[in-house]
């Protein structure tokens, strides 16, 4: 399973931010499989933001909820991250990665896919 994210690399302050994450080798659909976002802001650790289960349920990290929407196309094999209202402090890199069963973890060792990650700047 090999997992790649998409986006545009520049988002103005107060715009949604919107990334896909397009999954090759496997279903997103796939029992017990959990698929999550995290990023990595310049110098800071890695936050877990949110997941989308096989079954199409969604968690979120408290601090992002009323800001991140994930969503997916199971015909598409996509995952899709949106994140309104991003202010400079939503400059990261942006992970996609998959699991089975759901935690709500951003230690990359807890993850059995991981994406290669696409940086996101918020700036004017």
């Known amino acids: 399973v090999q997992l790649q994210e998409s986006g545009p690399g520049l988002v103005k302050p107060s715009q949604t931010l919107s990334l896909t994450c397009t999954v090759s080798g496997g279903s997103i659909a796939t029992n017990p499989y959990y698929w999550s976002w995290i990023r990595q802001p310049p110098g800071k650790g890695l936050e877990w933001m949110g997941a989308i289960a096989w079954s199409g349920s969604t968690y979120y990290s408290p601090s992002l909820k009323s800001r991140a929407s994930i969503s997916r196309n199971t015909c598409k094999n996509q995952i899709t991250l949106q994140l309104t209202s991003v202010t400079p402090e939503d400059t990261a890199v942006y992970y996609c990665?998959?699991?089975?069963?759901?935690?709500?973890?951003?230690?990359?060792?807890?993850?059995?896919?991981w994406g290669q990650g696409t940086q996101v700047t918020v700036s004017s």
């Open positions: 990665a998959s699991r089975e069963y759901y935690r709500d973890t951003s230690n990359r060792d807890d993850y059995r896919y």
